[in-house]
Nanobody, 124 residues
Framework: QLQLVESGGGSVQAGGSLRLSCAASGYTYSSYCMGWFRQALGKEREGVAAIDSDALTNYADSVKGRFTISKDNAKNMFYLQMNSLQPEDSATYYC??????????????????WGQGTQVTVSS
């Protein structure tokens, strides 16, 4: 059974950095797309960054140049390095993993496998 566990959230001041981690286990996909999503209170879940099994990446415009997605195949780990954080980045961040999703266009509704989320709070 596929499991995803996020960690690394916390509270930082504007301009600070955090690195989120997502530990994945129990999956056998040879071709997949892993996405980081976030959801702020009262808002819809939105895609932040994605990486596929070939290490192709994609980012939401709002985080380009500030966030970096990466993976460690040997450890089955996925990461989201977040720099220059702003209050509008505050949200619960989720990782999701699915086969058959392309990094060119990744949407929350395409994913069945989700982590429990980790909270990121950025104060001004």
């Amino acid at each position: 059974q596929l499991q995803l566990v996020e960690s690394g959230g916390g509270s930082v001041q504007a301009g600070g950095s955090l690195r989120l981690s997502c530990a994945a286990s129990g999956y056998t996909y040879s071709s997949y797309c892993m996405g980081w999503f976030r959801q702020a209170l009262g808002k819809e879940r939105e895609g932040v960054a994605a990486i596929d099994s070939d290490a192709l990446t994609n980012y939401a415009d709002s985080v380009k140049g500030r966030f970096t997605i990466s993976k460690d195949n040997a450890k089955n780990m996925f990461y989201l390095q977040m720099n220059s954080l702003q209050p509008e980045d505050s949200a619960t961040y989720y990782c999701a993993l699915e086969e058959g999703v392309t990094v060119a266009a990744w949407y929350a509704y395409e994913y069945k496998n989700w982590g429990q989320g980790t909270q990121v709070t950025v104060s001004s």
